[in-house]
């Protein structure tokens, strides 16, 4: 089955630097990558995805991009700010077959 | 409207008890799943349940059961219960077609004394 890494496990940065997150999967059929951000005592809600036939894809601080032949994809937020403290999760999956598969998370802080 | 609600928020209750968790989703989709997530924030798949189908993770132990009255519900039944099994448990639900995005509800933070 699929198996998701995910590093590192925790990332300070201050406030207007950017963060990198990176994530590498193992099964070559995954097609659907999607990262969820987590804030304490709450759900994990979806903040971007991107599918195999696109190679990056961005929304406002937020980007993703993706290396099928490498396996391995990024989350980049630009211009952090407090508000973007939370444990961030990637995943991946075959679109309409599988669940998803999170990698282990990513407690971000954000020091201002 | 809430789009995936799960009943209890909080659940304490003593080792060895059956408790059941409720979730309902409004969406229209036609897969949910139950995630597990421990004290590690690791957020584990555990069931996954269409309208075909009931794929079982190896790895859950059989004293948790899914049930699926019909589409839009899928509850997790747990018996005899263990300190083991104190997470918070996620339903989610979404759709097979080609936006796979899961919709999570809001959790329930069991705990097993």
């Known amino acids: 089955g699929e198996n998701v890494e995910q590093h590192p496990s925790t990332l300070s940065v201050q406030e207007g630097d950017s963060a990198v997150i990176k994530c590498t999967y193992s099964d070559s059929a995954s097609n659907y990558f999607p990262w969820y951000k987590q804030e304490l005592g709450k759900r994990p809600q979806l903040i971007i995805d991107i599918r195999s036939n696109v190679g990056e894809k961005k929304d406002q601080r937020i980007a993703v991009t993706l290396n099928k032949t490498a396996k391995h994809f990024s989350l980049h937020i630009t211009e952090t700010q407090p508000e973007d403290s939370a444990v961030y999760f990637c995943a991946a999956s075959i679109t309409g077959n599988t669940p998803l598969v999170f990698g282990k998370g990513t407690r971000l802080s954000v020091i201002a | 409207d809430t789009a995936v609600s799960q009943t209890p928020k909080y659940l304490v209750t003593q080792m060895g008890n059956d408790k059941s968790i409720k979730c309902e989703q409004n969406l229209g989709h036609d897969t949910m799943y139950w995630y597990k997530q421990d004290s590690k924030k690791f957020l584990k798949i555990m069931f996954s349940?269409?309208?075909?189908?009931?794929?079982i993770n190896e790895t859950v132990p059989n004293r948790f059961s899914p049930k699926s009255p019909d589409k839009a519900h899928l509850n997790l039944h747990i018996n005899s219960l263990e300190l083991g099994d104190s997470a918070v448990y996620f339903c989610?639900?979404?759709?097979?077609?080609?936006?796979?995005?899961?919709?999570f509800g809001q959790g329930t933070r069991l705990t097993v004394v």
């Open positions: 989610a639900s979404s759709s097979q077609g080609a936006h796979a995005e899961a919709f």
């Open positions: 349940y269409n309208n075909k189908e009931l794929i």
